[in-house]
């Protein structure tokens, strides 16, 4: 028993002497921040008037956006939308920020929102960079918009020749229902002036009852064949108006409010970092004041 009790009793001062180790270093880390307190303030004094120069002397910038809807035909995209997006970052955007005197000062980047027909362009500048952004994009979108309607010429040619003789038959169809339908009328007159069906064959009233019959034929025929081809041009018109080219409904429209993180951001992101700054720099002044106190004492 008297082994045990001994053992329990260590452990206990073991562990009240680790607390109170624990409760000695957390104070002596506080005394150090007391005794250095000049140290912290002159480090969180100097980056919080960095961060309020910083602050005052960056001019305020806007989000400048322009999006895009690409063109369409039958519904479909002319072309990929990593296509577009590859010749736009490595051909036209560069050719205009080229072209273009200080198109360099604003930059202009274009995404594609997942799953979406649409490009955005953005760039970033002041308020009074309102109208050579606008410039910007105006060339880049003239240049893609050309791309586009070349491909989408390309794709709607067979549709416009089928389009064009579709639009001939029913031309011609026309014209053919109309001759049968005088034909009727004459034919029905002429049976009317010999008497109507009460004719004798010698005075030719059968044939025109056989002629008329065929002519009755013929325009219910071509009359059949006209609706089937007015239905047929009617889906290619419909599908003709899903089709568009690339436009832009608004071109470099200003943001609501300023891009970045903003000034009172930026006040306060700089009194973080030197309160920060502050605490590592007198931990660090006591560790060097220890080391030069302990040579002494060696010496």
Known sequence: M?????AEALRIRREFLSDTDDEISLVELWLVLVRR?????????????????????TPTKFLFSTTIELALVNSKLVEPVASVLARLKGNHIPLVLGAEKGGDLFGVDVKNPRGSKI??????????NAGAIKGLHRSILDLLIKDQRVLAEALDIPRKKKYSL???QISIDTARISKLKQSEKLLANALVALGGNAISPQEGGIDLLQ???LNAHALVGAEHAMIDYQSRLFE?????ELSRQATAAAIAVRSLTPSGIGAMATILLAAMMGLFVGVLAAFFQEFIAKVRCSMRSAE
């Open 2 to 6: 008297g082994k045990g009790s001994s």
């Open 119 to 128: 490009l955005v362009l953005t760039s970033s500048g002041l308020a009074a």
């Open 236 to 240: 290619l018109k419909s599908a003709i």
């Open 211 to 213: 002629a008329q019959a």
């Open 37 to 57: 307190w000049k140290t912290v303030a002159i480090v969180f004094s100097l980056c919080l008037v960095l961060g309020i120069v910083i602050a005052l002397s």
């Open 166 to 168: 579709l639009a001939s």
